[in-house]
């Protein structure tokens, strides 16, 4: 049985806690959030210091679910105390960070939590690659089109900065987007970004809506992505192969291929939390621990997202602002 601490208390955490509870070799053992009766809410020994909670509990692993900015230096830390981490993303907003967290991956067992990578349509649409199903790929394409307001942004003062948050809808929305296209891509050879605030400006410093052009060898891929919709509409990505076109939404897998549609719909796994959170959770946090039970080789470890958050960092080098770089 894993003893599991979890720092930062906020929306996300309550997915993580409820994970834990259900896996059988994990348990909740204590919680640190900067506002106490945030810490509190889970019931176990509760901190407002997040160090002071790691020395006295001494978990087997912690979750890291805090502010953009301070994953790096609290999964370095959990590192020097060998304890292991699973931190949510982006597990760093700078590329001084993102080697902290490859560092601690030296020492202990580092997760990422991308659990879309965890949805079956995506693991479905990876073997139709791999066995070449539909020939060989020509080009990707993505969409994230969601919603958020002013109030979303005023209720985290740490949210909207470049300093804190890392940038806008990319970092924090599309993400989990970047990450499948870089998978499904290959690390690309070319990666460019046109940013700009429509509904937002004014009130976050950082980019609302985001352009993105990837490119590896002949092989282009466009990611779009706004917070300026009127709802979180899901996530589609297009994949353009020599004898179709497959499209993935949701837990759904579509082949158009000679003038016809196959719909696919794999497997339902029902979301915790909100819905354009995706399913994937429990499964990519049951698989940290049980590649650490086993001694398995994780496929959320740093290592496994270098390619995603080298374009990720690469993107954002080329639009921040002089002095955030």
Known sequence: MYRVGLI???????????????LENTELVCCADVIPERAERYG????????EMLKREKPDAVHICTPHWLHPVMAAEAAKQGIAVFT???????????????????????????QNRYHPHIGKCRRL???????????????????????????????????????????????????LIVGFLG????????????RLRGVVEVEDTAEIYLRKGEIPALLYASNGYSMDAPVMIELHLEKAVVRLETDFMT???????????????????????????????ADFY???????????????????????????????????R
């Open 129 to 179: 690659l791999k066995e070449n199903t539909y020939g060989r790929l020509l080009g990707i394409r993505g969409f994230v089109t969601w919603n958020r307001t002013k109030a979303y942004y005023e209720a985290a003062d740490w949210k909207g900065n470049w300093a804190t948050e890392g940038g806008g809808v990319l970092i924090n929305q599309a993400i989990h987007t970047l990450d």
């Open 44 to 51: 176990r020994p509760a901190y407002t210091d997040w160090q």
């Open 255 to 285: 082949v158009i291929r000679d003038g016809k549609k196959e719909e696919y719909c794999c497997e339902f796994l029902p979301a915790l939390g909100r819905s354009y959170w995706g399913a994937g959770h429990k499964a990519c946090i």
């Open 8 to 22: 930062g208390c906020g929306n996300i955490s309550a997915v993580h806690a409820q994970v834990l509870s259900e």
């Open 88 to 114: 949510e993303k982006p597990p760093a907003i700078d590329t001084a960070g993102w080697k902290q967290v490859k560092q601690a991956a030296e020492h202990v067992p580092v997760g990422i939590c991308f």
């Open 290 to 324: 049980r590649c650490m039970e086993t001694g398995g080789t994780y496929g959320n470890a740093p290592s496994a997202c270098d390619d995603t958050m080298r374009t990720l960092l690469k993107l954002y080098e080329s639009i921040r602002p002089q002095g955030m």
């Open 187 to 198: 690390m690309p050879d070319q990666a460019e970004m046109t940013a700009s605030s429509h």
